[in-house]
């Protein structure tokens, strides 16, 4: 019962955060990706509630808005954890071992590609090229990116963020 | 960069990938040493110099104008850099790789670049308008503005023969003819940014180290083609481009070069940037468009192209970050001097993202016509010791791979068109003997398939069935006819999809089908991978004469599959073994053999 409290709390200032965002846009053409993103990046997903609100506040059917979040490979429908482990899949990464950092990364946290830790902490994630592609293979983990790597020192990077 | 004074200037590269490399704790350490030990020098910032193979960079130039660069310099090593060189005026020879009058080995890594685009890129501050001013910077937009009607710079282009570098190489002085030309009171100028090819850095690398020469560019197109609002579509995993472009932007705006009533000529013009969510098929301009109106990003059928109806349904010119870069320069330096680069139909430089299996990967710019073993032997150094050259893959998902027997083919549109592959944006992505072409094909097709947009029945389905099949050669359960089948599929796929991304996106498929047809055959008949790389067809063994025992692979195997007694030889349980590598990589005897 507590727990549906604070969830219904959370909803409303995800809620909160949509109004807002929209507000600053309103009028503007083209303002659905700038909105989706900046409320993403506030709220850390996208959940269906706020979709709807953004598509009322800017009058866009929420089909609309649903379909552009759903496009774009940016935007999430599911909170992730904590820190996002974002594992290059580059050209580059991919001929100098990305497929064996990813392994080593999944069995470190315990979690399939794509999937958070049951702590809340970690989310391992597989991109396309993060532009680094001299320095391959190679993660990101916030804004802070790390290269030339074994499966070893992935395992140690993320052990650094655990604790 | 001219020096100001007769102190000693030490310039850190910070691009993304030099900061990766810790170039951000290297800044930070030479200004703590600067503080801490009152030493009187200028500490600067530049972006990407292009040897990411060094990363981090730095430049120390004394107070004499002597250049010194030191490679891998970590924040550990600043402190005697700072004591010896910076102090002490004596370089710390072990650690430099370029240095005037002296014989380097990287000293050759430039001799065959001519850097118009990355004029300044390495060079200057990028978050500084007056060093870019001092560099020449906005001469040519004030040129034009001044001195040049639209059809001047428009038949300035044509004779420089410029063509599009975000890979299909339409002529540029047409393009902006088109747009010109187009009825219309409102119209758009838009950069495309949204590099998307895995394995590509450029456009990344020009607007971290020289965002204000697209910027010029993108000015000057507007005013050829009479736009009053440009857009920069820039990926949003480029955090740092986007600050640089931002800063650009506002000081270029202030200084009165774009913004209202530009140097005073009427003519006004804003810039906006659109961060891209991330879709690969943004590339391509209408989908590039409909993106930047807040739609999903879907291309629609060209005609009408974007110069008659693009943004917002107006005349629109897209170009890439590259071409953009391009532009001051010529208008600068005039279209002969850019025509005297290049082949009879492609004139000028092409900046390439070296990465790979390479010695010296980074960010090059060559002369159009050198041969593609000249950028790879000679600016990249070849592949690392003790390994062959196999192909090296051109152009991204879009492009294909050009193997051993076709490097010394020159670097134009058409001769690599010829191979199969396309010149593409730039990526070079080498490959030597331990990578499968069959994995390569299954990777771009993973990719191009995840991207395709869907709007295409032939791209949506087509590329998840080549995907299937490449699925299962690689996991050791390809058929007889299979080869036949991708062909088949690839050929339908290009002559039915409507955008760029349908239309090519089988080659890297058959290129791989038709220079390494005998990897493939390997795969499906004898159910082998000569690249000793897919996984499903390879079998990890400890060689009994080799090992002696020393328990390191057995500590390091993640699912515990090796045992053995300490000094005796170790064994794999197969049923155990995830093929993860970590034995071959732990062993100091190359007792781990691969078959």
């Known amino acids: 019962m507590e727990n549906m409290v604070a969830q219904d709390e959370r909803m409303a200032e995800y809620l909160e955060v949509a109004d807002e965002v929209a507000a600053k846009y309103a009028g503007r053409r083209g303002s659905v990706i700038p909105v989706l993103q900046q409320v993403q990046e506030r709220v850390g997903y996208l959940p269906p509630e706020v979709m709807k609100r953004i598509g009322e506040r800017l009058g866009v059917p929420p089909a609309q808005i649903f379909g552009v979040a759903s496009f774009y490979a940016q935007f999430r429908m599911a909170p992730v954890g904590k820190y996002v482990v974002k594992v290059c899949h580059g050209t580059a990464c991919h001929v100098q071992g990305a497929g064996a950092i990813t392994d080593a990364l999944c069995d470190e946290l315990g979690v399939a590609d794509g999937a958070t830790t049951e702590d809340g902490k970690f989310t391992v994630e597989s991109v396309a090229c993060l532009g680094c592609c001299s320095l391959a293979p190679v993660i990101m983990i916030e804004d802070n990116t790390y290269g030339r790597l074994t499966p070893d020192e992935a395992r140690k990077i993320v052990r650094e963020y655990g604790d | 960069m001219a020096k100001t004074g007769a102190t000693v200037e030490v310039t850190v590269g910070l691009s993304s990938c030099g900061i990766a490399a810790g170039a951000a704790d290297v800044f930070s350490a030479f200004q703590r040493e600067f503080k801490e030990k009152g030493v009187d020098a200028r500490l600067r910032r530049t972006g990407c110099v292009g040897m990411c193979y060094r990363e981090p960079i730095v430049d120390v130039v004394t107070s004499g104008g002597a250049k010194y660069t030191y490679g891998e310099l970590t924040a550990d090593r600043v402190g005697r850099v700072v004591e010896e060189h910076v102090v002490g005026g004596k370089p710390v020879d072990e650690w430099l790789v370029r240095a005037e009058g002296r014989e380097l080995p990287d000293e050759t890594y430039y001799d065959q670049q001519v850097r118009l685009v990355l004029r300044n890129a390495g060079v200057i501050d990028p978050e500084s308008i007056d060093e870019y001013i001092d560099a020449g910077g906005y001469e040519a937009l004030t040129k034009v503005i001044k001195e040049m009607s639209p059809d001047d710079v428009i038949e300035e282009l044509k004779a420089s023969g410029l063509r599009g570098r975000g890979g299909a190489g339409f002529p540029t002085g047409i393009k902006w003819d088109l747009a010109k030309k187009a009825p219309g009171e409102m119209k758009y100028v838009i950069v495309n940014a949204d590099e998307g090819d895995p394995g590509a850095f450029m456009d990344r690398s020009i607007l971290e180290g020289d965002p204000h020469s ?85 291309p629609r059928l060209r005609p009408p192209y974007p110069a008659v109806k693009g943004l917002w349904a107006k005349p629109t010119n897209n170009n890439n970050v590259e071409t953009y870069a391009n532009i001051p320069w010529i208008i600068s330096n005039g279209a002969a001097a850019y025509a005297a680069y290049g082949t009879e139909s492609s004139k000028g430089t092409k900046v390439f993202a070296l990465a790979g299996k390479i010695t010296r990967g980074g960010l090059v710019e ?160 004898e159910k082998r991978c000569p690249a000793l790389s897919c996984k499903a067809l390879i079998t990890y063994d400890i060689d009994p004469d080799k090992c002696i025992g020393c328990t390191v692979c057995a500590k390091k195997c993640p699912v515990g599959a090796i045992t053995g007694e300490r000094k005796e030889a170790h064994t794999i349980d197969q049923d155990l073994c995830t093929k993860c590598d970590a034995c071959r990589q732990a062993c100091k005897f190359d007792a781990v053999t691969v078959r």
């Open chain 2, 366 to 525: 060559v002369p159009m016509g050198l041969t593609i073993r000249q950028v790879i032997d000679e600016v990249g150094g070849g592949v690392p010791e003790g390994r062959s050259f196999k192909a090296v893959q051109l152009g991204g998902p879009s492009g294909g791979c050009v193997p051993v027997e076709f490097m010394d083919i020159p670097i134009d549109y058409e001769s690599i068109t010829k191979t199969g592959a396309i010149m593409g944006s730039g990526g070079m992505v080498v490959m030597d003997d331990s990578t499968c072409m069959v994995d390569i094909a299954r990777f771009f097709l993973h990719f191009t398939q995840d991207e395709s947009c869907g709007k295409c029945t032939f791209c949506r389905v087509g590329t998840k069935r080549m995907l299937e099949i490449l699925e299962r050669i690689t996991a050791g359960e390809g058929r007889e006819g299979d080869i036949e089948l991708l062909e088949e599929l690839g050929e339908k796929i290009i002559s039915s999809s409507l955008c760029g991304l349908g239309q090519s996106a089988p080659n890297p498929v058959l290129t791989t089908i038709k220079y390494f047809r005998d990897e493939y055959e390997a795969h499906i008949n």
């Open chain 2, 214 to 298: 697209v910027l010029e560019g993108l000015a000057i197109a507007a005013y050829t083609i009479g736009a009053q609002e440009g857009y920069f579509y820039v990926r949003a995993e480029y955090p740092l481009a986007i600050k640089r472009l931002r800063i650009a932007i506002e000081d270029a705006t202030e200084r009165g070069f774009v913004g209202e009533n530009i140097l005073g000529s009427g003519f006004s013009f804003k810039v906006h940037i659109k961060e891209g969510a991330g879709a690969f098929v943004c590339g391509e301009e209408t989908a590039l468009i409909a993106s930047i109106e807040g739609q999903r990003g879907m």
